[in-house]
Each structure stands twice: as C-alpha cells, then as structure tokens.
C-alpha cells in the first residue's frame, strides 16, 4: 500500500513536533524512522497512521483499515488474555460474534511470533518483553496492508529482537507491506532497513539507504555523538558510539 506524506506538520499548542515533512513508501519496503528523543517520530508516526491531527497531505493507496498500527506504549492493565488482545486485531468494527477465521488468525499469529503458550496469561500479568510481543501480534493478526510500528523491539532481549525483526522483514516482502518502524538501534535498523529517516527537531534531516545515512556527519547532527562507523562483515555499516558531545542534549530531551 503505497504512501506519500506531503509538507505534514504537527503542532502541539505552539510547540512544532513534526515539521514539513516529505516522504514516501512503496509496498514491501521496509523504512526506519531515526531521532533523538522527543524529535517528533511518535508524532510523525501516529499521524501517518491517520489519528493524529496535522497539516498537510498524507494519501494511502487503500484503506484506513488496512493499516495496522502499534503505538510505543502498549502497557496495559486490561484484565484481557493475551489472546483476546490479539483477537482485538481482527475487530474492524464492534461486533459481538467472533467467527471461527477470526480466531485462527489471532491463533496463527501467536504462533507466528512465538508466544502461543501465553495465549490464555492476563496481559497484565506479562513481562515488558512479552507483552511488546502481544501486541506485534495483534498488529498481525490484523493481516495489514501497512505496518506502522513505534519501537516494536524495545523491551526485547537480544535473540527475540534479531528474531522479531527478521520475521517482520520477512513478512513485509513476502506480502509486499509498506513497513515503517521507529528504532533506536542503529545498527538494527541498518539490517531491518532499505531506508533510513533521519528526524531532528521535528525536521527529517536525511532520507536515504543505511549506508548513505549512518555516516560519522549525519550521526553527529542528529545525535550529537561521536561515533565510528566500520564496515560490517555482511556488508551493513556498524555503528560503534564514541562518546556525546554538547553535553545540553541530555538536559533537553524533548524540551528543545
Ligand atoms: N500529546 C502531546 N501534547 C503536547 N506535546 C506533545 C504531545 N505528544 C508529544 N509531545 C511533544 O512533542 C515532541 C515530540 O514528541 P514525540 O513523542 O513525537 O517524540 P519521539 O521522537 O517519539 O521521542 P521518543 O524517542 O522519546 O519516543 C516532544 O517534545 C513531546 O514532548
Ligand atoms: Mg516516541
């Protein structure tokens, strides 16, 4: 489902949280939004999810359904079982009869990503970790045509984040996704990405391949950190951080 965001900008009161921004997806890519915290990608995202309120043109090759839409947090005190929460994927429209295909769908995507023996575990009995995974099941059981997702891998140990990330690449190929996914690991983002977003200030700085984005330069304008870059051995650039410079970014989070 192809998308093209033309000069969108959101602002909250007089604070301008996405500015002007231009970008577009094509069906089976894969696009990483990068950025310190509070440079407006939760902004940037909800909004190309259509529940934000903003300026501009935001045009989807299809339906407002078939976006499937994870916001960053998914904490949850529902007295829901996990499966019922993934089953709240397939709920297009409130209705009182779950049928049969709704519920292997919900079943399939456990299975899917692995937690199928937490399906009847109160969500709010989960861990961070497993709870992320929940709701990345939801999203698919949803069986989207655009995948948005607000830091999916966050609160994932090592093995489930290369493992959860290398399933949604899969699964954006094979069924030709828009896939647009906030991260903060750059060198994850570097494998799971065709292209990186670079946003700064609400600005997007850099759009572009991994290879062309991770530079020393265009890290230290929008980190402000210093970093290396080496040639990984399977060809994506590695990132290795040296140390931060202009010590006031960690005062400003989100208050610049
Ligand atoms: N509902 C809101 N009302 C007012 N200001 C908001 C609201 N949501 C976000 N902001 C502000 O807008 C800016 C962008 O926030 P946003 O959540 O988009 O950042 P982010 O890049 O996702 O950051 P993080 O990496 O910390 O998740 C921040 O300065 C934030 O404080
Ligand atoms: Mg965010």
């Not at 900008?9 to 002007?20: C, L």
Request: net charge neutral.
């Amino acid at each position: 489902m192809r998308l093209e965001a033309s000069n969108v900008s959101v602002r909250y009161g007089t604070q301008h949280a996405v500015v002007d921004v231009n970008l577009m997806a094509e069906p089976g890519e894969i696009l990483a939004i990068l950025g310190p915290n509070g440079s407006g990608k939760s902004t940037l995202l909800r909004t190309l999810a259509g529940v934000q309120r903003h300026a501009g043109r935001i045009s989807w090759a299809g339906r407002q359904t078939d976006i499937g839409y994870m916001p960053q947090d998914t904490a949850s005190r529902a007295v829901l079982t996990a499966f019922e929460v993934v089953l709240l994927g397939r709920m297009r429209s409130l209705g009182l009869r779950v049928a049969a295909g709704d519920l292997a769908a919900a079943e399939a995507a456990m299975t899917e990503i692995g937690i199928a023996a937490l399906a009847h575990r109160r969500i709010g009995t989960l861990s961070g970790g497993q709870r992320q995974l929940v709701f990345i099941a939801q999203v698919l059981a949803g069986n989207p045509r655009a995948l948005l997702l607000d830091e999916p891998t966050s609160a994932l140990d090592i093995a489930h984040q290369l493992g959860v990330l290398a399933l949604l690449r899969d699964i954006s190929r094979k069924r030709g996704l828009t896939t647009i996914a906030v991260l903060h690991d750059l060198n994850a983002a570097a494998r799971f990405a065709d292209r990186l977003a670079l946003l700064r200030d609400g600005r997007l700085v850099g759009l572009g391949r991994p290879a062309d984005m991770l530079t020393a330069q265009y890290l230290a304008e929008v980190f402000d950190v210093d970093v290396a870059i080496d040639a990984g051995s399977d060809g994506h650039p590695v990132v290795l951080p040296l140390r931060a410079v202009g010590s006031d970014r960690f005062h400003s989070a989100g208050l610049h």
